[in-house]
């Protein structure tokens, strides 16, 4: 028998992998914020099916809240094909008004069971081991675990068996439907079983978190990899990661598992925001750096060749009058001169003027038939 330390973090890794597996979709339809809406929009569902039942316990329950998901999606979908709001506001208008619903309904007429709106917006992961999966007196394990791990096989089929469907519908709505395919089935499918991952996940992490792990890792991930299959691995992986320091996080602080493990999700995104070779910030940075000083030197290229051979020569490709013809300060002058001889675009005659090599000759005539000049740009 494992542990309640070890299952919690197996728990809290299926549920990454769970929720990674379907956010990378959300992210690349940028639909991040339907997650939101579905995984506030449930409480209503819930509160409905408890009235029912009077069993908290009831999988009526869970039935109940992944029909008010998709609930929630259908509302969204009607109110953007109006044309009257965008999709950011028909989200922000259906799910608060079923989840104020629900937290009315939670407080008039079931104050006194636990089915409080702090359950549902943080859950409680270190209780999820306490709850066993017990079928003729043996012990299966955590209830929790059997219920991620069933929906986490779902979503991997989905992903395995409709991934082409899946990748054309999302990149290219209009080939997929040339194609034959019918990417609203795809949507439909995708939205409830993100409803199903939400209502599995909740009750453990609470709806926070869910949200976190379904869209801080594929968010990340977007920014390392531009390859579906391999922005799935990485979402998944991130996932993971995020889940398990968040848990020692937790362990450190004496904090929060679900807030921690939201925290951690947030700092590997950032990570992979400032240090993504791509897109990274730094990178970004660097990038147009170096572009500035190729700019500045096809410049000092085009206004040397521009004057070679003219009378005014001597003076307009002289190093210290650059200053004044390209309306640049002269330490940065001199420093476009320095990277452009060691380029070998041009070279010294005597100690002042300059004369464009082969090289530094081909640069300016390509970029003169290439039209981006743009003489006096710094």
């Not at 051979?309 to 320095?338: M, Q, S, Y």
Request: glycine content about 6%; charged content about 15%.
């Amino acid at each position: 028998m494992l542990s309640p330390e070890v299952e919690i973090q197996i728990i809290a890794a299926v549920v990454a992998a769970a929720c990674a597996l379907l956010g990378v979709f959300l992210v690349l339809r940028r639909m991040a914020l339907m997650s939101d809406a579905i995984s506030h929009s449930i409480l209503f569902g819930i509160v409905l099916a408890f009235f029912v039942v009077e069993d908290i316990t009831s999988p009526f329950l869970i039935l109940a809240a992944t029909a008010t998901g998709m609930l929630a999606v259908i509302l969204v979908e009607l109110l953007n094909r109006t044309r009257l709001v965008k999709e950011d506001a028909s989200i922000a208008l259906v799910f608060p008004l079923l989840f104020s619903i629900g937290v009315i309904l939670i407080a008039r007429y079931a104050g006194n069971v636990h089915l409080d709106v702090d359950a549902v917006l943080l859950g409680e992961l270190a209780f999820a081991p306490f709850n066993r999966l017990v079928i003729d007196g043996a012990d299966y394990g955590a209830r929790m675990l059997w219920v991620m791990s069933v929906i986490l096989a779902l979503n991997a089929a989905f992903v395995a068996l409709c991934y082409k469907e899946l990748k054309l519908s999302t990149f290219d709505t209009l080939l997929a439907h040339a194609l034959g395919f019918s990417p609203a089935v795809i949507h439909y499918v995708l939205m409830a079983l993100v409803s199903v991952t939400t209502v599995g996940a909740f009750d453990a992490v609470g709806s926070i978190l869910v949200v976190a792990l379904m869209i801080a890792p594929p968010a990340a991930a977007y920014l390392l990899t531009d390859r579906l299959s391999r922005m799935i691995f990485l979402s998944v992986a991130i996932g993971i990661a995020s889940a398990l320091s968040g848990y020692w996080l937790a362990r450190v602080l004496d904090a929060s598992i679900a807030g921690s493990m939201a925290t951690m999700s947030g700092v590997l995104f950032v990570l992979a925001w400032l240090c993504a070779a791509e897109r990274g910030l730094i990178a970004l940075a660097a990038r147009r750096r170096r572009q500035r000083w190729e700019f500045a030197q096809m410049v000092l290229a085009v206004h040397l060749h521009n004057h070679e051979k003219t009378a005014a020569a001597a003076i307009e490709n002289c190093v210290e009058h650059l200053g004044v013809g390209l309306r640049w300060r002269p330490d940065f002058a001199r420093e476009v001169v320095k990277r452009a001889e060691k380029r070998g675009l041009v070279q010294r005659e005597g100690e002042e003027s300059l004369q464009l090599t082969k090289a530094g000759r081909g640069l300016a005539h390509e970029t003169m038939t290439a039209g981006v000049l743009v003489e006096g740009a710094p």
